[in-house]
């Protein structure tokens, strides 16, 4: 059974800084991998998808890798600002991905 | 429709009573999929649709939940006779194939609180 465990479970960090967030996951049968982020009462806004045969992604600010035989992936944010400040969520999509586990989230605060 | 539409936005009703929570996902996307997402919790995979079919209803929590999709579009999820452990958000998500190639779209979900 797939199971995504997201590290640190939260983090405040001065405006500015760069910052890695961990996923973890117990597979490595995955079909890909999604970060996703949402604001507090809202819905998840997708962020980077990596589909398995790739090793990362990039948008922006935003760089995601992927690591199949180790189950891992990070999401690297660079020159963090305020407006960054989310739960961020991996999500695993199983082969056939119909299945996807999320992680239980980061929960990020930027300080301005 | 340009995203994911999900209604109500909110809904309080009482313990006991039956309510039907509707998803309309992007036009053109053949997979709809939904999720539960409990205070503090992460999110909980309900059921998937692949147009009108929905070939496995295991995470469906109960008997009192079951979901249909019409015309390989609209989706409605219904739960009866509420309970106050089905208040959570409920979020919809569709995809333009199954398996989610180009990614997810999620709709900004139905809060549910049963009292």
């Known amino acids: 059974k797939q199971e995504v465990t997201q590290i640190p479970a939260a983090l405040s960090v001065p405006e500015g800084e760069n910052l890695v967030l961990n996923c973890s996951f117990t597979d490595s049968a995955i079909y890909n991998l999604q970060w996703f982020r949402q604001d507090p009462g809202k819905g998840l806004t997708s962020l980077l998808l990596?589909?398995?045969?790739?090793r990362e992604q990039t948008s922006g600010r935003l760089n995601a890798s992927l690591d199949k035989s180790s189950g891992r992936s990070t999401l690297y944010i660079a020159a963090s600002q305020p407006g960054d400040s989310a739960t961020y969520l991996c999500a695993v999509g199983n082969t056939g991905g119909f299945k996807t586990i999320f992680g239980a989230g980061t929960r990020l605060f930027v300080k301005a | 429709g340009a995203g994911v539409s999900q209604s109500p936005s909110n809904k309080v009703t009482e313990k006991g009573k039956d309510v039907e929570l509707r998803c309309d996902p992007i036009s053109g996307h053949t997979a709809l999929y939904w999720y539960r997402q409990s205070l503090g919790q992460g999110l909980e995979f309900l059921i998937y649709f692949q147009g009108n079919s929905a070939p496995d209803k295991s995470g469906l929590p109960s008997d009192r939940f079951s979901a249909e999709r019409t015309g390989g579009s609209v989706s409605t999820l219904t739960i009866q006779r509420t309970q106050q452990e089905d208040s959570a958000v409920y979020l919809c998500a569709s995809s333009l194939v199954l398996g989610g190639e180009h990614g997810y779209t999620f709709g900004s979900g139905t809060r549910l609180t049963v009292v």
């Open positions: 990596i589909q398995s045969s790739q």
